[in-house]
């Protein structure tokens, strides 16, 4: 029945694989319930509001990914739009608390569940030039091998040059690069789920070396939300973006997760073989997913929701199919109940990190589908891959290729070539970048 319902044959997987891959996904991003609250309590959120938030949000994002739309995308709070709330939004304005801060990601997770029903983002889609699609995959793979390097403190702050490399004698990064070399041993020998053993094998030594500890035990449980809207009320939302005037914040958060989503959607959908040409099939129900998640998780108290670029991981090992999302959703169910063992473990990058090194070298390959012999084609392609890591944000980085594109192609006299919605959304990224925070 599982396999039926998922198509499982016809994507060329298996029960057992979808497993693994979920798992794999699942061990790369819960380090989210333990960010997130951490980040959002320094607006003033109590931390288990926000613990319980993130697990809801993710739980019915990821859960929908699975069910509608069949794809092994999980969805959940995005970091950067966490500090944006906490720090731009809330610490920014005395006069704004985190409730009234909520209200503003609802009324923005509102519009976006309209903008998701109509064909608006699915044009959306398939009007991403196809060199750009290339960029924005490789760029994200290149962003989530930097995370990797940077958690592990492989790589590290630099007064002059911005970066250096780290401690090589440092347990951890002496950890994380065993972690990797189990890793890629276990790639090279062709191994099944050979990421998700190599977390294992890792942790495993991080334990009887004294890396990895469980002091606070494994089992908690969980405090259930108080109140069903923490803001109040969908009226009181609406009316607080008026009364605090809001609507910049309420424009950025829609923005920069169109973007991040979209982009990071059209990425892993690559990456898995799901694409059809140009087009994401089934994109209405997978792009539905983040806007009702992060509607539901602002009402119970968390940021904006995204899709996971971590979930790259998963379909590197062998994920193709929505029961990989189902896996991934059950786990964060589990987590509920287990925050002192998934905060131990998340607390650990040398686990998880050397699985987002791999992932991230697998998604250059699309380096070579770039058309690098012409200019307009290549350099905006080229400005999303180099700008995703230098700044820490995947929208960013589409924000600069779809500027500098329809630039590039009228200077050449292809404006023609260049479809209405690259113009539109040109326009608009400039606005953002020129005129509000981000």
Do not use: C
Request: proline share 5%.
């Amino acid at each position: 029945m599982l396999s039926s319902f998922f198509k499982l044959k016809e994507l060329g997987t298996t029960i057992k694989t979808e497993i693994l891959a979920g798992i794999t996904t699942f061990l790369t991003m819960v380090y989210i319930v333990i960010v997130n609250p951490i980040i959002l309590h320094s607006a003033g959120v109590p931390f288990d509001t926000v613990f319980i938030a993130t697990i809801i949000a993710t739980v019915v994002g990821t859960l929908w990914m699975a069910l509608m739309a069949n794809y092994p995308i999980a969805i959940a709070p995005g970091m950067g739009l966490n500090a944006y709330f906490a720090f731009s939004v809330v610490g920014n304005h005395p006069n704004i608390d985190y409730r009234i801060a909520f209200g503003a990601v609802f009324v923005a997770g509102i519009l976006f569940v309209i903008l998701s029903l109509t064909p608006f983002r699915e044009k959306l889609i398939e009007s991403i030039p196809a060199n750009l699609k290339h960029g924005i995959t490789a760029g994200i793979g290149l962003f989530i091998a930097f995370i990797g390097l940077r958690l592990t403190k492989i790589i590290v702050a630099h007064p002059d040059n911005l970066v250096t490399l780290g401690n090589m004698h440092s347990p951890t990064v002496l950890l994380a690069l065993g972690g990797l070399a189990i890793t890629l041993i276990l790639m090279g020998l062709n191994v099944n789920g050979a990421l998700f053993f190599g977390m294992i094998i890792t942790g495993a030594i991080a334990y009887y070396t004294g890396h990895l500890t469980f002091k606070e035990g494994f089992v908690s449980t969980p405090n259930l939300p108080s109140e069903l809207f923490i803001f109040g009320d969908p009226i009181t939302a609406f009316s607080d973006v008026f009364q605090y005037g809001l609507y910049a914040v309420v424009f950025s958060f829609l923005l920069v997760t169109i973007f991040d989503t979209t982009g990071t959607m059209v990425g892993v959908a690559e990456q898995a073989g799901l694409m059809k040409g140009n087009k994401m099939p089934r994109a209405r129900q997978a792009l539905l997913a983040d806007s009702i998640a992060t509607t539901v998780g602002a009402a119970f108290g968390t940021s904006p929701t995204s899709a996971y670029i971590e979930s790259s991981s998963g379909v590197a090992a062998g994920g193709r199919s929505g029961l990989t999302s189902v896996v991934v959703a059950m786990l964060f169910v589990a987590a509920a109940f287990f925050s002192p063992l998934v905060g131990a473990i998340s607390g650990l990058a040398a686990i998880t990190a050397p699985t987002l090194i791999i992932v991230g070298s697998l998604m250059l390959g699309s380096l070579s589908k770039i058309n690098w012999n012409e200019l307009d084609e290549a350099f905006p392609a080229f400005l999303i891959i180099l700008t995703m890591p230098l700044t820490s944000s995947i929208a960013t980085g589409i924000a600069l290729g779809f500027i500098s594109y329809p630039i590039l192609k009228i200077v050449k006299g292809k404006y023609r070539e260049v479809p209405f919605l690259v113009y539109l959304f040109a326009v608009l990224f400039f606005y953002q970048l020129a005129f509000l925070p981000h």
